[in-house]
């Protein structure tokens, strides 16, 4: 882990950087199905955003999330999409997001935590 001052790599350099160790561990296999399941999911909350007129996803959802902002609906909908598809796929150890308050475990056969919010990204 890069000390707390440094900054935190992007998920393609940090493949690039880690490729080695990702190949011995067999956690090449891992991370493409943990793309793919963020793929799906993106696809998903895409076509939802595309209909935001149509479906009731916009506005506050009344709840707060771990950062103590405002939840808005549509970043609680992306949550609950990504969640979904990375549960249901077993592609992670567990999952952290700024949306729940509790880390949410998944396949401790995995190697792979995902920290993430998934509608705009973390504001550093």
């Known amino acids: 882990m890069p000390p707390p001052s440094a900054p935190i790599p992007e998920l393609g350099e940090f493949i690039i950087a880690n490729k080695d160790k990702l190949r011995k561990k067999d956690s090449e296999a891992e991370m493409n199905k943990l793309l793919t ?3 799906l999911a993106a696809k ?4 939802e955003i595309n209909m935001a007129g149509l ?22 909908f992306a949550n609950r999409k990504f969640i979904q598809a990375l549960v249901n796929r077993e592609v992670v150890c567990g999952i952290c997001t700024e949306e ?7 396949n401790p056969n995995c190697h792979l935590v995902l920290l993430m919010d998934p509608l705009d990204g973390f504001g550093e």
Do not use: S
Not at 100 to 106: A, K, L, R, S, Y
């Open 37 to 39: 399941a963020i793929k």
């Open 44 to 47: 998903v909350v895409n076509r």
């Open 55 to 76: 479906v009731d996803i916009l506005g506050a959802a009344g709840n707060q999330n771990v950062q103590g902002e405002d939840q808005q609906k549509l970043d609680v």
């Open 100 to 106: 729940d308050d509790d880390f949410i475990p998944v």
